[in-house]
C-alpha cells in the first residue's frame, strides 16, 4: 500500500475527535512529502536533531509532535518550532522546557507521559507519580508551558485485555486529573494513546491522538 493509500484509509477510519500523528521517525524526507501531499499535516518524530532537520527540510504549515525520551542538553533544538511534546517523563524536564521556552519567546504545550506497560525500559510517571506531581502544584508557575493532557504506551502483546486495561489506566488517570486541576482549563483535553498495531483499542479507551508510524509508513529503515 502506498502512504496515500495508509492515510486515507486511516483517516476515514478515525472518529471525528481523534486526530492522527504520522510517526515518521526515521524515514526519508520524500516519504514525509509523500503524506504531506495527501494532506496529513501532523508528524511525530523521536529525536531531536532529526526532527530539527525535517522541520527546515519541510513546509512551515507543518506541526511537529515530539514522542520520544528527550535528552535535556537537546530541548533547545526543538522549543522554537515544536507544536507539542507528549514524553514530558520528569518534573525536571518541565521546567527546563519552561525554561527554553521563555528563551525562544513561546509557550509549548505538553503531555505527561505515564508509565502503564509492564515493560520495565519505558519512560514516564506512573499514574500516583503524575497526580502526586500535580498536586504538588509546581507546575502552575511554569508559565511558558501549556499542559494539555497526558500520553501511554501500552505493553507490547497479542494480550487484548492487557492493553485495555492500560489504556483503561491511563484515561482514569487523566480523567483525575481533569476533575482536580483542570475543570476550568480547555487547553487540558488530550490523551495521546494508541499505535499501529493498538490504535482501535486505545480509541475505544479515550484516546484522542494516535500515534501511527507502520501501518502509514511501512517498516522502518534500520535505526541509523
Ligand atoms: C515509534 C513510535 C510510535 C509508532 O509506532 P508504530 O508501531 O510504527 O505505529 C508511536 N509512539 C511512539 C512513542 C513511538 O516511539
Redesign the pocket.
Known amino acids: 500500500m502506498s502512504v496515500t493509500t495508509n492515510i486515507q484509509r486511516l483517516k476515514a477510519t478515525l472518529p471525528p475527535q481523534v486526530r492522527l500523528?504520522a510517526?515518521s521517525?526515521f524515514q526519508p524526507v520524500g516519504k514525509l512529502q509523500e503524506a504531506y501531499q495527501a494532506g496529513q499535516r501532523i508528524f511525530?518524530e523521536?529525536r531531536a536533531l532529526e526532527m530539527r532537520d525535517k522541520h527546515e527540510q519541510l513546509p512551515e504549515d507543518i506541526q511537529w509532535h515530539f514522542?520520544?525520551h528527550l535528552q535535556r542538553n537537546k530541548i533547545k533544538y526543538i522549543v522554537p518550532f515544536v507544536a507539542m511534546i507528549?514524553?514530558v517523563d520528569s518534573p525536571e524536564l518541565l521546567e527546563d522546557i519552561d525554561r527554553a521556552a521563555a528563551k525562544a519567546g513561546r509557550t509549548v504545550s505538553c503531555l505527561l507521559q505515564l508509565h502503564i506497560a509492564r515493560e520495565t525500559t519505558k519512560f514516564g510517571f506512573s499514574p500516583r507519580e503524575a497526580l502526586d506531581y500535580l498536586a504538588g502544584g509546581d507546575w502552575r508557575r511554569l508559565e511558558h508551558i501549556r499542559l494539555c493532557g497526558m500520553?501511554g504506551?501500552a505493553s507490547f502483546t497479542n494480550d487484548r485485555e492487557q492493553v485495555l486495561g492500560e489504556f483503561r489506566q491511563l484515561k482514569q488517570c487523566f480523567d483525575t486529573a481533569k476533575e482536580n486541576w483542570f475543570a476550568a482549563d480547555e487547553n487540558f483535553c488530550e490523551l495521546s494513546g494508541g499505535?499501529?498495531?493498538d490504535?482501535p483499542l486505545a480509541i475505544q479507551c479515550g484516546s484522542t491522538m494516535v500515534?501511527?508510524?507502520?501501518?502509514?509508513?511501512g517498516s522502518?529503515p534500520v535505526n541509523p
Do not use: E, P
Not at 500515534?211 to 509508513?217: E, N, S
Open positions: 500523528i510517526v521517525k511525530g523521536n514522542i520520544g507528549h514524553s500520553m504506551m499505535m499501529s498495531d490504535y500515534r501511527i508510524g507502520t501501518a502509514i509508513f522502518r
